[in-house]
């Protein structure tokens, strides 16, 4: 109940229209109360000789005797209407009429308001799934990236897609349907208390016999959905990670691994799958038996009451037939109530991670970051993933236009260091700041506007190529991200492109080489022109040949400012103002290459396994 209370409120902006719905749901029932109480005047006046008057509900249904009324009142301004009120007198011929006529009439107003209905719940259901799926999207995308770490990138596709989808049915279909059934449900059960407060009462008794396994159906039917969507993404994930390295494993040739990799997966999913459509093809004939069950006795006591005077046929006819709705929408309720119980195994799972509290939060009172101007320094810094320590002890001021290089074998902590100036981390201990500044005490806005990225995987968007040069930001006109892809060495391919800046690229952009997409990715960072610049590897995946064309791009991106440069090769690290040697997560040596090499430690052996056969060329450096 939690859940659908939380659920619940996402569908509180637009109360009005849920209104709406329910009273339209409301003069559905009422319609059915009409059409109803049209079934004991056929059976006791238009097919029987005489008129009979039952004991029971005599002087109750009254709807042929007020449309009469109200008929013949209208006769007297609007002749049509006197010739009709003489016509549906008295009689079995003239009640048939007006049987009829009010038949037809009251199916129009009951789908006008049936329509009304499920217009304003649909709507309102889609509303509100629209908003919690953007409401979880923004949630993933504000977590650190421990977080994904963590969760599996197919997890949280099939969370934001499948979760909130099977919600979605509900929501914007369901809900239409239990406001339609409860108003039946209670308009008909008010109604047949009128009628016979006795014989209502006595079916009340029965109740027990339906409701009580629809609880023991749903009950387990939550546990086992929740197991099934749990699989699903599980599916999800092994299909995105095959999908994404089909290079990979094609090359392997583990074609057919991956495939049953997945079909594994499929079939766990559809074990969970079967046992909830047990659950649901059970439930059904169960429902039906208890209701056959309480039918049978229901009838051997109305048998009773007609021969000891006491019910009229046409008054059981009614009775009978308003019982069979109440039974048939008891039982669609029933249908729905499972398929609830499903869907709050997928509201379980999104609010999950709605709930998950994100390491990197904002303080209340964080103020923004001013312009960069002095100094970036580490105090003290320490950091662990769990218990794995990863930095220890670093202290490290880079004044303002300085080059900073981290080379160290993988593990030394190079790329932590530079996560938690962006505070992509936070220290376990120490501080980070900028100017003074913790990065713990400002917004990430203002933080994160300050630092421009340029990574070894070169991400890209199925967008043109202005928009992911300018990535976000309309506002910029052609000219600037013209200029921008001028200084990263891209304008001459990209107007080489079936339509220039307006190409589209494709997911990831694999019509493009690896340094074009790099180039595109160097003039992303111009464009933003952050003065602290971070450069993760942002060479080490190209071959020499594209290498050189991205040396050019780099040094336009990194003239006046502040660089953190990461990288595997000593060759383009060798004009950086400082190089920090990391090695188990402290900073053993630093200091410029020329003095680096001559103190023959760690540093100098990693230029010397890198170049054991060949001395690079000078022009090999990017800084």
């Known amino acids: ?21 329910v009273v339209c749901s409301g003069l559905v029932s009422l319609a059915y109360l009409g059409l109803f109480s049209l079934i004991q005047p056929i059976f006791d006046q238009v097919f029987a000789r005489n008129v009979v008057g039952p004991a029971a509900t005599g002087g109750k249904i009254q709807l042929l005797d007020e449309t009469r009324r109200l008929i013949g009142a209208g006769g007297r301004t609007f002749a049509p209407l006197a010739s009709l009120a003489s016509r549906i007198g008295e009689g079995s011929a003239g009640t048939g009429l007006l049987v009829a006529l009010l038949l037809v009439v009251l199916f129009l107003f009951k789908g006008l308001f049936t329509y009304l209905s499920e217009y304003f719940t649909r709507w309102t259901g889609l509303q509100a799934v629209l908003d919690l799926r953007r409401d979880l999207y923004a949630r993933i995308h504000r977590q650190s990236p421990a977080f994904f770490s963590e969760h ?97 494993v094609q090359a392997f040739g583990m074609e057919e691994f991956e495939i049953e990799r997945f079909s594994a997966a499929l079939s766990r999913m559809q074990r969970a799958e079967k046992r909830a459509a047990r659950l649901l093809s059970l439930s059904g004939p169960v429902l039906e038996l208890m209701g056959a069950v309480g039918g049978a006795i229901l009838i051997w006591y109305a048998v009773l009451r007609i021969n000891s005077g006491k019910l009229s046929p046409g008054e059981f006819a009614t009775f009978v037939a308003a019982l069979f709705m109440i039974y048939t929408s008891i039982k669609n309720l029933v249908k729905i109530y499972n398929e609830v119980q499903q869907s709050m195994a997928s509201a379980r799972r999104v609010f999950e991670i709605m709930d998950l509290e994100n390491r990197i939060r904002e303080k209340p009172d964080a103020i923004e970051l001013p312009a960069f101007r002095e100094r970036i320094e580490f105090r003290g810094v320490h950091f662990a993933y769990g218990q794995a320590p990863v930095l220890r002890g670093i202290d490290l001021t880079v004044p303002a236009g300085q080059v900073v290089a981290l080379v160290g074998p993988s593990g030394a902590g190079k790329s932590t260091l530079v996560n938690l100036l962006s505070r992509f981390y936070d220290v376990t201990q120490g501080a980070v700041l900028i100017d003074g500044h913790d990065v713990r005490d400002v917004t990430l806005a203002s933080l994160r506007r300050q630092i421009g990225l340029v990574t070894q995987e070169v991400l890209l968007f199925d967008d043109t190529v202005r928009n992911n040069i300018a990535y976000g930001r309309t506002d910029i006109p052609l000219e600037r991200v013209v200029e921008a892809a001028r200084a990263a060495y891209a304008d001459t391919f990209i107007r080489a492109l079936p339509h220039g800046y307006d190409t589209r690229l494709g997911e990831a952009a694999h019509r493009l080489s690896l340094g074009q997409r790099q180039r595109l990715s160097i003039a992303r960072a111009i464009l933003k022109d952050s003065p602290i610049l971070i450069l993760d590897e942002a060479t080490s995946s190209l071959d020499m040949e594209s290498e050189a064309e991205v040396q050019g791009a780099l040094q336009n991106l990194i003239a006046g400012r502040t660089v953190f440069v990461i990288a595997h090769r000593i060759s383009t690290v060798r004009r950086a103002d400082t190089i920090l040697v990391l090695e188990g997560g402290m900073i053993v040596e630093r200091g410029p290459h020329p003095d680096l090499l001559e103190r023959k430690g760690l540093y100098a052996r990693l230029h010397a396994l890198q170049f054991r056969d060949t001395e690079p060329a000078p022009e090999a450096s990017a800084l």
């Open 1 to 21: 109940m939690k859940d659908l209370a939380r659920l619940l409120r996402y569908v509180r902006p637009y109360v009005r229209r849920l209104a709406a719905a």
């Open 152 to 248: 599996p990138t197919g997890l949280l596709i099939a969370r934001v897609m499948n979760d909130v989808g099977r919600i979605q049915r509900t929501v914007s279909g369901d809900l239409a349907e239990i406001f339609r059934l409860v108003a039946i449900v209670l308009g008909q059960a008010v109604w047949l208390f009128y009628l016979n407060a006795r014989l209502a009462a006595f079916c009340l008794v029965l109740l027990p016999l339906i409701l009580h396994p629809v609880a023991r159906f749903g009950s387990r039917l939550k546990v086992t959905s929740r197991r099934s969507q749990e699989r699903l993404g599980d599916a999800v994930s092994i299909m995105k990670e095959g999908l994404a390295a089909t290079r990979v």
